[in-house]
């Protein structure tokens, strides 16, 4: 039987919540989607016209709709995550790092033992996690460990094989670690106080065990039980000390998730907090690979969906930046202020730490990527047509109007090549003229490249405002250059850009990689640039000092410094001495100029 038209196949569509999926003509999966209405969402995709390519190419390739019609927009959102996580189809958010992580088991049996494991077993045990650091569940565990002596054998303790003298009491007793429960020396009930302690501080709330140790050390110290009552009042400093440094927050801002989205060009990054008792007891960070120029919005609801899936996370309230749907029986918060604005901000602090982190490892791991993100984003910051993969700039360098000189450097991938630099010394303009010098040396870069068949930058960076700017537009037009390549101008006080045609500058936000390139670019120009020019200056003072004797040649010149090594020297030198280097006669009109 052949396959139904696509036309008949939206048709078809339910008005229902539900998922749908898209495959090609080889049945092979390409996306999977939520949807508060199938029939809509789904025709939505044939009907218009669609600003990303990415889009447009999924759309070609659809062939057959499939979908699943679920009772809620909760149950939808559930299941596409799970389809994606199954199926990991081409055209959806990747979900990266999906390992498994460590809880805190307290082990259904009598006289329950509390352990780290990565492994869950539906046996009736309580799991607390998953925790993102393992170092966080042994700091926690030694804390337990600390405050309340619990057994660490897996012995059966029933009360028949205690009673029946099964066990003997091994060095963890001894030690003080243990009460002795395997030989009744501790009761179940007692032990079971310990537990429900236990649970508390495991979910962050310490006050009930501070509260028992406070009344406990006083009822010591009234019995003169002073040793002992040291050791609680030590348990005390341990645990205020813990609490203070999870404590970050309003310590009424209980069982409440937070999440916040950073993204660029390719990925996006949500951070999660977990808060509990007004303590941070989780944070984690996933990075999402787009697909579709997915929103912020979009990303946001299936991370939120993944991540309170993957910590079974129970928590009836939410913090997010913006407005998202992540179905009922959620409380969706936005702070505005206060410390529930703070905690968020920290959460987005959290994200953007990760996203540096990120990028540090690929830069090392994998460049091309690296370069690839940063000449996009580029591309995008300065309205661009394409990546700024070539890019000059040009510095102009004339202290008080001597040696007028100019510098252009360049710049591939975003990283100085030297090996391109070049010095320009001016020829064609006398005295200082910053505009006069800025469309020579501009004009002549270009003439040699057109010439030589060299390729052209994407992008020429004028060091100067409007008036510099203006002046190296000139020279692009008399070489029938402009808009060919693009030309932006920096000026220096406040990192104002000007385009051409445009008086309005344009500011670029200060923490931008792409500011930083072009700041690099310019400092690069003007340390090149001064650099030359303090040459120039400092060999003609050299010269000069030497060339205005009379008789004196350019050869006599190199001679003297060949052999005197500096003009101080030949300055200081005895008559004798010059006279060994350049005869007399000439020795004497340099003696008699100096002395």
Request: glycine share 4%; proline share 4%.
């Amino acid at each position: 039987m052949s396959k139904p038209s696509l036309e008949l196949q939206l048709q078809t569509l339910p008005n229902s919540p539900g998922v749908y999926q898209y495959y090609d003509k080889d049945d092979k999966i390409l996306y999977v989607g939520k949807a508060k209405n199938l029939k809509k969402r789904v025709s939505s995709y044939f009907q218009k016209t669609h600003e990303y390519g990415k889009t447009r190419v999924l759309v070609k390739k659809i062939a057959t709709i499939k979908h699943i019609v679920v009772p809620t927009e909760t149950d939808a959102l559930l299941l596409e995550n799970n389809l994606i996580k199954k199926y990991q189809p081409r055209y959806n958010v990747m979900l990266k790092d999906d390992k498994t992580y460590p809880w805190i088991c307290i082990k259904k049996e009598r006289f329950p033992r509390v352990f780290q494991t990565r492994n869950l077993f539906r046996d009736g045990s309580e799991y607390y996690g998953p925790y993102t650091s393992v170092k966080t569940v042994r700091t926690l565990l030694d804390l337990i460990r600390g405050l309340y002596p619990l057994r660490t054998c897996n012995y059966d303790l029933s009360a028949e094989k205690i009673e029946a003298g099964k066990y003997k009491v091994c060095l963890e007793y001894h030690l003080g670690n243990c009460l002795g429960p395997c030989e009744d020396l501790q009761s179940a009930k007692d032990y079971d106080e310990q537990i429900k302690a236990i649970r508390q501080i495991i979910k962050g709330n310490f006050k009930d065990s501070l509260q028992q140790f406070k009344q406990q050390m006083k009822q010591l110290a009234a019995e003169m039980k002073f040793e002992e009552a040291q050791k609680v009042k030590e348990k005390i400093d341990v645990l205020e000390n813990y609490q203070a440094k999870s404590t970050i927050v309003n310590p009424k801002i209980s069982n409440v998730d937070v999440f916040s989205i950073v993204s660029d060009e390719s990925y996006g990054y949500v951070n999660f907090l977990q808060l509990s008792y007004g303590s941070i007891i989780r944070s984690h960070t996933i990075e999402m690979k787009k697909k579709l120029e997915e929103s912020d919005r979009e990303l946001l609801e299936l991370a939120i969906t993944e991540i309170r899936q993957r910590f079974n996370s129970q928590s009836k309230e939410i913090f997010v930046p913006f407005e998202v749907e992540v179905g009922k029986g959620i409380k969706v918060s936005i702070p505005k202020l206060g410390d529930k604005k703070r905690i968020l901000d920290l959460s987005e602090r959290n994200a953007k730490f990760y996203r540096q982190e990120r990028f540090k490892q690929v830069k090392i791991t994998d460049p091309d990527r690296h370069v690839k993100r940063i000449m996009t984003q580029m591309q995008k910051d300065l309205r661009l047509s394409e990546e700024p993969r070539h890019i000059e700039c040009f510095d102009n360098s004339n202290i008080q109007g001597t040696n007028p000189v100019a510098a252009c450097v360049v710049f591939k991938d975003g990283k100085p090549s030297k090996k391109d630099y070049r010095h320009f010394n001016i020829k064609t303009v006398e005295g200082p003229d910053d505009f006069a010098s800025m469309e020579e040396v501009v004009y002549r870069r270009y003439k040699r490249l057109k010439e030589e068949e060299q390729p052209l930058p994407q992008l020429i960076v004028i060091d100067g405002g409007k008036g510099q700017l203006s002046s190296a537009l000139k020279s692009l037009d008399m070489l029938e250059l402009r808009g060919k390549i693009a030309i932006i101008g920096i000026a220096k006080r406040l990192e104002e850009i000007y385009y051409p045609d445009d008086p309005i500058p344009m500011y670029l936000d200060k923490k931008s990689e792409s500011l930083k390139i072009i700041q690099h670019l310019r400092n690069e120009a003007h340390r090149f640039g001064i650099t030359f020019h303090r040459n120039k200056r400092s060999s003609a003072a050299i010269n000069s000092e030497l060339e205005t004797i009379e008789g004196i040649g350019e050869k006599t010149i190199v001679e003297l410094l060949k052999h005197f090594k500096s003009v101080k020297r030949v300055k200081e030198a005895s008559l004798e001495s010059l006279t060994a280097v350049v005869g007399a006669s000439r020795a004497q009109k340099i003696y008699s100029n100096f002395h």
